[in-house]
């Protein structure tokens, strides 16, 4: 299965409450912060919440 890498680049403060949540729950808490997932749908729904703060990398 593939994986992308999601990195934060902007901050979650001011962000809607389920912005910030999905942020945590992909396991970025600081700017810079990085995580591999596979891509699977639901992953891939998550990043779509977050897709204005988070930049994307096929692994």
Known sequence: ???IEVTLKRSIIGQRPAVRKTAK???L???GSSAS???TPSIEG???VVRHLV???EL
């Open 1 to 3: 299965m593939a994986q």
């Open 25 to 27: 729950a992909l396991k």
């Open 29 to 31: 808490g600081k700017i």
């Open 37 to 39: 997932f596979d891509r």
């Open 46 to 48: 998550m990043v779509r």
């Open 55 to 57: 930049d994307i990398k």
